[in-house]
């Protein structure tokens, strides 16, 4: 009993604070402010130091490589050097004859080439119709033409209603294929190289492809195939995607300034300076020849349709696009679909890099020049730097300089090249140019994602190969009325099919509405500014304030459309 109440008196006297030994702990707090202070100027000033200068690097090659797109670009337009002037273009077919070429006319139904249309689908219950529909009414010799749907659909009513469908449009006199497989391997990739090994594609000589909510106009391939019969070396026609859903909502608005960028001058200027560009994976033609050339279809990354590209460039074959040809197609209006979208798109290119980085070296049927910009202008500053910088500079960086007065950014890397950049970015979608700082702030908000992807993709860790599918929710069919019984069927379609499944989703749970990353960055960004606007004074606050204000935005998903 006394030891015990000895123990009591010793824990009370060590707990008021009379030790054996006194520290004096206004010593300890200086020592430890020493450490701290010797670690700040030895590591941390460096550090932030090297990634200002590294950042600063980046965002000049990222504008050098701007201001060269838009030179290319405008030296197009101003010579009107359009691709039927670069290369050999003669109609085929009825067009052959009321354009003079007695050639080509006289042949007949032997002018038109046999062409397979390849439709991969999972699980498109909203936008199945769309491209069935459209791919069957495409103008082309009927007997010169094969429609091939590959459905690698789990859901059994989405299974039966594509079949139904090619069926109805077989029934008219569609030469229609309804293909499925036993198992999903190789995704997109797999179902595309299974498509081509039935022997009625031997007879083909050209692909085209289109995703399962993509609408071709029906001259389609009027207007490309001619590039590929007259000349030999090019393997691919490249289309524009037009939006059918850009207005619906801000996430659509800025997808659509992105997209327009790279499809009026990113592509534009790969197709006339290099012949190459990466294929965007639909509303496009391939020579069967260059795809068996450069390998096949692999699917070692996420991104098949640039692996291929990048393969039959080192081939030699070259690449047109054609601007003036528009595919309608629908933009992902959830910000859950866009972000999984954005995570492939980014961790599958810098997964290809890694992958094919010595082999563009190696080669030897390409020029240096058509090397140096594949590995450094196509893949090193718009698949790796554009995405490490954004974030790195604009949300880390220049946050952290608030915190570190002896770390100084000059003003041209803060204000000056950033702003050039955004404006030659932005002339893509002249009709949207008044959202282009909420724009930029989104893109800032994005980089967290896509750094991410890259890091994922070039360590080939975690989730460097998942694929999901992005989500569409058929708001191209929606904004077409119902004229007669057949689109009343589809709508109905569409609603009865979609009901039962969605019957049995439950609520998502509380915390899992919310995105903390995003939150968490925005917060740490908020948080800079306070301190800026009170201690530091650097003036970086207002860009502060409203960047991580747009980090919160996101975090909540305040943006996009709810899924029904």
């Known amino acids: 009993m006394s030891a015990g109440v000895g123990v009591a008196e010793e824990v009370a006297r060590l707990w008021s604070g009379e030790l054996p030994v006194r520290v004096d702990w206004a010593a300890v707090a200086a020592q430890c402010a020493e450490v701290a202070a010797g670690a700040r100027a030895l590591v941390v000033v460096p550090a932030v130091r090297l990634l200002v200068a590294v950042s600063l690097a980046m965002t000049v090659m990222i504008l050098i ?63 199945y119709k769309l491209s069935i529909g459209a791919a069957c009414t495409l103008d082309w010799q009927p007997d010169r033409i094969v429609i091939q749907v590959l459905d690698d659909s789990t859901d059994p009513v989405v299974k039966d209603l594509v079949e139904v469908e090619c069926q109805r449009w077989k029934s008219k006199g569609v030469n229609i294929k ?42 389609f391939l009027l207007r490309t195939i001619p590039f590929l019969v007259h000349n030999p070396k090019i393997a691919l026609v490249q289309a524009r995607w037009k939006f059918v859903n850009a207005n619906e909502c801000l996430l659509t608005r800025f997808q659509e300034m992105s997209l ?89 290119p810098a997964n290809l890099f890694k992958k094919m980085m010595v082999e563009i070296l190696e080669t030897k049927k390409v020029s240096l020049w058509n090397k140096i910009h594949l ?17 790195i500079y604009y949300c880390f960086v220049i946050p952290l300089s608030v915190w570190l007065p002896e770390v100084q950014i000059p003003l041209w890397g803060v204000v000056y090249v950033p702003t050039v950049i955004t404006l030659l970015k932005a002339v893509g979608t002249p009709s949207s140019f008044h959202l282009v700082i909420l724009w930029v702030l989104f893109e800032n908000v994005m980089s967290l994602h896509r750094i991410n992807a890259a890091i994922t993709g070039i360590l080939e860790a975690g989730r460097v190969n998942e694929w999901v599918v992005t989500e569409k929710l058929g708001d191209a069919n929606k904004t077409k009325p119902a004229t007669n019984g057949s689109d009343t069927v589809k709508v109905i379609d569409v609603e009865l099919t979609t009901l039962v499944p969605k019957l049995k989703k439950r609520r998502a749970r509380f915390w899992d509405r919310y995105h903390y990353p995003e939150l968490f960055v925005g917060i740490c960004i908020i948080v800079s500014g306070f301190y800026d606007v009170f201690y530091a004074k650097k003036g ?16 909540f998903e305040y943006i996009g459309v709810c899924p029904p």
């Not at 002018?111 to 498109?124: D, H, K, S, T």
């Not at 391939?286 to 393969?311: N, Q």
């Open 65 to 127: 490589e701007k201001l060269f797109v838009a030179a290319v670009c405008l030296a197009v337009r101003a010579f009107r050097l359009k691709p039927e002037r670069q290369y050999r273009w003669l109609p085929i077919g009825p067009s052959a004859a009321a354009a003079g070429d007695d050639e080509e006319a006289g042949l007949g139904a032997a002018a038109f080439p046999m062409v397979l249309v390849q439709i991969p689908m999972f699980n498109e219950r909203e936008v």
């Open 178 to 219: 309804y293909e499925v497989r036993l198992n999903r391997k190789g995704y997109k990739a797999g179902a595309l190289k299974e498509g081509l090994k039935h022997d009625y594609v031997k007879e083909c000589e050209y692909i085209a492809m289109f995703d399962a909510d993509f609408q071709p106009e029906s001259d």
């Open 260 to 348: 327009d960028y790279h499809f009026k001058y990113e592509q534009e200027a790969g197709s006339s300076v290099y012949s190459f560009f990466g294929f965007n994976g639909t509303a496009g033609v391939w020579r069967i020849a260059a795809i068996d050339d450069a390998g096949g279809w692999k699917d070692r990354t996420t991104v098949e349709d640039m692996d291929l590209a990048v393969r039959a460039t080192l081939q030699g074959w070259k690449f047109v696009y054609v601007g003036d040809v528009k595919v309608k197609s629908e933009l992902p209006s959830t910000f859950k679909a866009y972000r999984f979208q954005q995570y492939r798109w980014s961790c599958g």
């Open 375 to 391: 590995w450094y202008d196509f893949f090193f500053v718009g698949k790796i730097a554009a995405h490490t910088v954004t974030f």
């Open 540 to 555: 970086y606050y207002v860009f502060l304030f409203i960047q991580g204000l747009a980090f919160l935005i996101v975090g």
